[in-house]
């Protein structure tokens, strides 16, 4: 059992047939109440992770038959829901553990769509129907319904400008297919543009000499911060240009005052940290690691200690 999945869109659809709703950046869930109050948790791969969730399991409605569609979620330290504030917790399956996880990492789930109900298979009907009888039902504790809008602009701007990753359009005739990725739904992603230090590069794989992705961090007071490994948009002439201003700068070891993983650090060269370059990111705040990043240029016009 697999959710149904959104097509990514160019812009916000508008008129009375569309609904909008934020999209979050977080753990895709169904979850199927058959008998008694726990619920059995799908991930995306159609896989049972109940156990990862102890905190969530347990349906607010009691044992009442229902199937519904949503995603978990956590909040970061800026107040904003963040994949990988639960990577820690997504993969845990000992219980223990996952309780004692549950209490530093809170975790909600945003209840999006309702597919069955009382035995009655609700899939065939359009969504703005399973919507109100999902609204109806009084969900509140540990799982949350979020609101739907009729102004998709006004809440892709909202989005943007709060630092949440997007919105996701609904057309409310649609009815629902399990694992499909389907046209009636358009998910639309925010891209944000920030400033970085180079701290060091890595080699293309299959070359030592070739640079393929950068290591970037954010200046603050307790020095150079790592904030992830940018490799998407280097290629052809941007990986020759970058090359050659990092090669007179190289170190022997990192600049960075923290600890920079072993996946990333493994045969980094390491360089001074005086080259600033341009990244779009999912994220809004240089404080948070980068998710999804795409190196946009060197900024020359920029020291690292513009960026504090």
């Known amino acids: 059992m697999r959710p149904m999945l959104a097509t990514p869109g160019r812009h916000v659809p508008t008129g009375g ?125 540990g799982w949350q319904v979020p609101a739907a809008y009729d102004d998709g602009s006004m809440l892709f701007d909202a989005t943007l400008q709060q630092g949440l990753e997007g919105i996701v359009s609904k057309r409310l005739s649609s009815r629902y297919a399990f694992g499909q990725r389907t046209p009636h739904w358009l998910k639309l992603a925010h891209r944000h543009r920030l400033s970085y230090v180079v701290g060091g590069w890595r080699p293309q794989e299959g070359s030592t000499t070739r640079l393929g992705a950068l290591l970037v961090g954010e200046p603050t007071a307790d020095g150079l911060l790592y904030r992830g490994r940018v490799g998407s948009g280097i290629a052809g002439r941007a990986s020759t240009v970058l090359a050659e201003l990092l090669a007179p700068l190289g170190r022997a070891d990192s600049p960075f005052a923290d600890e920079v993983p072993r996946v990333d650090a493994l045969g980094t060269h390491w360089v001074e940290p005086v080259l600033v370059v341009d990244v779009d990111t999912h994220h809004t705040s240089r404080s948070q690691r980068l998710r999804q990043p795409s190196y946009r240029g060197v900024r020359t016009d920029l020291a690292p200690g513009d960026l504090s």
């Not at 909600?108 to 009655?120: A, E, K, N, S």
């Open 17 to 141: 047939e569309w609904t909008h709703e934020v999209k979050w950046d977080g753990v895709r869930i169904l979850a199927d109440v058959t008998s008694g109050a726990q619920a059995r948790f799908y991930s995306r791969n159609g896989n049972v992770v109940s156990a990862a969730w102890p905190d969530l399991v347990t349906s607010p409605l009691g044992d009442r038959d229902l199937l519904v569609d949503g995603e978990v979620i956590a909040l970061n330290e800026d107040g904003l829901p963040d994949f990988r504030v639960l990577q820690e917790r997504m993969h845990v399956r000992k219980h223990v553990q996952a309780l004692r996880l549950a209490e530093t990492v809170p975790a909600t789930y945003m209840v999006f769509d309702l597919l069955r109900l009382d035995g009655v298979d609700l899939t065939g009907r359009p969504l703005a129907e399973r919507r109100e009888l999902l609204t109806g039902l009084g969900i509140d504790t």
